[in-house]
Nanobody
Framework: QVQLVESGGGSVQAGGSLRLSCVASGYTLGSTACIGWFRQAPGKEREGVAGRHTGGSSAYYADSVKGRFTISQDNAKNTVYLQMTSLKPEDTAMYYC???????????????????????WGQGTQVTVSS
C-alpha cells in the first residue's frame, strides 16, 4: 500500500520560509516515479507547484513560484522536499504531494502539473502566510 505523508506546514509571515516534507511508504523512490507538489486554496482549483522525475535531474515549477521554491529528494530517507522561500500571502493553501510510480521521464515535462498524472496522494499540510 503506497502512502504519502506530508509535514512541515505552518504559519509564517510574508518573506519567511518553510520546508515541506513528503515521506513515502509502501514503495521505494527509485528511477521510475514522478513526484509532484500541488496546492489548493479555498474556492480555487488544485494547482501544480513543482514536479520532478526521480530518474532525472530536471525539475518543473509553476511560474508563480519559480526562483522561490525548490523540489528535491532524499532517496535514503524516501522523502521528497519542497523548500519554500520568500513566501507571499498568495502562497497560502493546503499543500499536497502526489506520485505516479511508473512515469514516462521524457513526456513528464508536458503533464507534470496535471493532477490526473498522479495516482497516489497525501492528506496535505496547511501553509498560511500573513502579510
Amino acid at each position: 500500500q503506497v502512502q504519502l505523508v506530508e509535514s512541515g506546514g505552518g504559519s509564517v509571515q510574508a518573506g519567511g520560509s518553510l520546508r515541506l516534507s513528503c515521506v513515502a511508504s509502501g514503495y521505494t523512490l527509485g528511477s521510475t516515479a514522478c513526484i509532484g507538489w500541488f496546492r489548493q486554496a479555498p474556492g480555487k482549483e488544485r494547482e501544480g507547484v513543482a514536479g520532478r522525475h526521480t530518474g532525472g535531474s530536471s525539475a518543473y515549477y509553476a511560474d508563480s513560484v519559480k526562483g522561490r521554491f525548490t523540489i528535491s529528494q532524499d532517496n535514503a530517507k524516501n522523502t521528497v522536499y519542497l523548500q519554500m522561500t520568500s513566501l507571499k500571502p498568495e502562497d497560502t493553501a493546503m499543500y499536497y504531494c502526489a506520485t505516479d510510480l511508473f512515469c514516462n521521464r521524457f513526456s513528464y515535462v508536458d503533464y507534470w502539473s496535471r493532477p490526473a498524472t498522479y495516482n497516489f496522494w497525501g492528506q496535505g499540510t496547511q501553509v498560511t502566510v500573513s502579510s
